[in-house]
């Protein structure tokens, strides 16, 4: 899931990324055909992966999100040389599989 924040081309104009009420799951929703390849085809990036001792959950208004008071050293670098190809329910040469909420979930959302 860390790959959908590699670009945030268009927004949630493009893509809505978030967590299902229902069930608890992280969802990447495209807005309009084909958006998740605009947005994400091609980009590239780095993730990566963090001590979490220091993270402190509560800090922002995104309760998926933590921050740390204290500079941390990476443990590891994961290069993306293609977020389109990284996101599992993207990838390369797969049809678009990934979860989206129906229009009605979409408008509490």
């Given at each position: 899931?860390?790959a ?10 493009t893509c809505?990324i978030g967590?299902?009420p229902k069930t ?7 807005r309009?055909?084909?958006t ?5 085809r091609?980009?590239?990036?780095a ?11 509560g ?6 999100e ?8 990476p443990?590891e670098e ?7 190809e990284y996101l599992?329910?993207?990838g390369k040469g797969r049809k678009t599989?990934y979860p989206?909420?129906?229009?009605k979930?979409?408008?509490h959302s």
């Amino acid at each position: 899931m860390t790959a959908c924040f590699l670009e945030n081309l268009g927004g949630d104009f493009t893509c809505t990324i978030g967590r299902d009420p229902k069930t608890g799951k992280l969802f990447l929703c495209e807005r309009c055909p084909g958006t998740v390849e605009l947005r994400y085809r091609g980009v590239k990036g780095a993730i990566y992966v963090l001590p979490g001792e220091t993270f402190l959950k509560g800090r922002t208004g995104w309760k998926e999100e933590v921050v740390s008071p204290v500079p941390v050293t990476p443990l590891e670098e994961i290069p993306v040389k293609d977020a389109a190809e990284y996101l599992p329910w993207v990838g390369k040469g797969r049809k678009t599989s990934y979860p989206a909420l129906s229009g009605k979930d979409r408008e509490h959302s």
